[in-house]
């Protein structure tokens, strides 16, 4: 059989961030010039584990006032995902990407946040602050719009499997250093896209699991997204809603399309390395759920409990990493890496984004010449 002359570029990583840029790159990369190959220690299908957050989220999308420059990239990102995920749910419904309402109910002191920033979220499909008749009576702040909900498990089979399908290749490995993956045997590395969740030793990274959640700052804004210990219900639910109460307590159910039960939610606990659902946290969870949305409780007035779910987050210090960086090497050619992890709870709703960023990099770095289709 003939040598395969073409590069490759790597992708390591088959989370959500892994999946949609070794998809766009797929896509966008001539065919006859590169390779994608896909390397992972984790996919979906191996079920659900704790350092693999993306099989162990909601999910769903919750804009965030943006408060800061990174919180405004971040909503353009979460903005073009929106719109990516509008075309999936359209043209591929085996995705099961629902679009539905999403509701936010705000009290104590991130409430004036959500008020001043209210322009912002004009812009969103459907968006109307809720009249006092339409909230409950404790709450301050009260919206609705248009947002979407994903089952992880459908939704990363399926990215998969549209990979694998359109010509996409994937490797089973876990490496020990980033180096490795330009030295992968067969394969005439190009350049490599670092979506390991964590990085690789990067000591900004931290990671978050259950807990009490901060009330206050750009931390308390987005204090949902670092939920570690959720519960999967058999109830269904019509919308998704998040609750922030006064005290700093928070709440919310997260439907899964295609019947798939709802997510009741959730927690927060930095550096917190459980990997093992705790009871007090589910009774609490449930109870809270309660309030916040009774029409969900079945005939006695309860939730049917399918599972807990334990997960963690890869937070960073200063946000998301998004930049190319040059590796030392001891060959002539250059060793470019395209960094894209540590999204925290925010993953899934920055993705197709974040996607767009790493081939934008990417197409920059890799030789023109190499680039046309012809
Ligand atoms: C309880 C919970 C609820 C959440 N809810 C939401 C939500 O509603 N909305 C939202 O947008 N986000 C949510 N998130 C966050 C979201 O799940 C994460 O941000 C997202 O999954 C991160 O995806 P990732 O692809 O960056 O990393 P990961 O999911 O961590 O995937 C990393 C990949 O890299 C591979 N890898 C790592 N190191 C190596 C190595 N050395 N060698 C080979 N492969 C390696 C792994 O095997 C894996 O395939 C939630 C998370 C949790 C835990």
Redesign the pocket.
């Known amino acids: 059989m003939a040598k395969d002359e073409r590069k490759t570029v790597v992708v390591?990583?088959?989370?959500?961030?892994?999946l949609s840029s070794a998809l766009t790159l797929l896509k966008a990369l001539p065919s006859s010039k590169y390779r994608i190959l896909l390397?992972?220690?984790?996919?979906s299908a191996d079920g659900p584990d704790p350092s693999?957050?993306?099989t162990?989220?909601?999910?769903?999308?919750r804009p965030i006032p943006a408060t800061t420059p990174q919180l405004k990239f971040e909503a353009r990102l979460a903005n073009t995902t929106c719109n990516r995920f509008r075309n999936l749910a359209a043209e591929h419904p085996e995705y099961g990407i629902k679009f539905l309402e999403g509701r936010e109910y705000v009290s104590g002191e991130a409430a004036p946040a959500y008020q001043a920033l209210l322009p912002e979220y004009r812009q969103l499909d459907g968006f109307r602050v809720l009249n006092d008749d339409e909230k409950p009576t404790d709450v301050e702040f009260a919206a609705r719009y248009e947002t979407y909900t994903l089952d992880p498990d459908t939704y990363l089979f399926h990215l998969l499997r549209r990979y694998r399908l359109d010509g996409g290749e994937v490797k089973r490995?876990?490496?020990k250093s980033l180096q490795e993956a330009f030295e992968l045997e067969g394969h005439d590395v190009a350049i490599v896209v670092n979506?390991?969740?964590?990085g690789?030793g990067d000591p900004q990274v931290f990671i978050i699991r259950g807990g009490s959640p901060p009330s206050s700052g750009i931390l308390g804004l987005i204090a949902d997204?670092f939920?570690?210990q959720?519960c999967l219900v058999a109830n269904l639910c019509d919308k998704t809603i998040t609750q922030q109460d006064a005290d700093g307590g928070w709440s919310f159910v997260?439907p899964r399309p295609l019947g798939g039960g709802t997510i009741v939610?959730?927690t927060k606990q930095p550096n917190d390395w459980n990997s093992l659902p705790e009871a007090s946290i589910r009774n609490n969870l449930l109870e809270k759920a309660a309030k916040l949305y009774p029409a969900m409780l079945n005939a006695e007035g309860k939730f049917d409990v399918i599972r807990d779910?334990v997960?963690?987050?890869?937070a960073r210090e200063g946000g998301l990493r998004l930049e190319a960086e040059t590796l030392p090497s001891s060959t002539s050619s250059k060793r470019t890496v395209v960094h894209a992890?540590g999204?925290?709870?925010?993953?899934?709703?920055l993705s197709w984004g974040i996607a767009e960023e790493v081939l934008r990099m990417v197409t920059d770095i890799l030789p023109q010449s190499l680039l046309s289709r012809l």
């Open positions: 390591v990583g088959a989370g959500a961030l892994g390397v992972a220690s984790y996919f693999f957050p993306s162990a989220a909601g999910a769903h999308y490995a876990e490496l979506c390991s969740g964590m690789f997204r939920s570690g959720t997260i939610g959730g779910i997960g963690r987050r890869p992890y999204a925290g709870g925010r993953g899934y709703e």
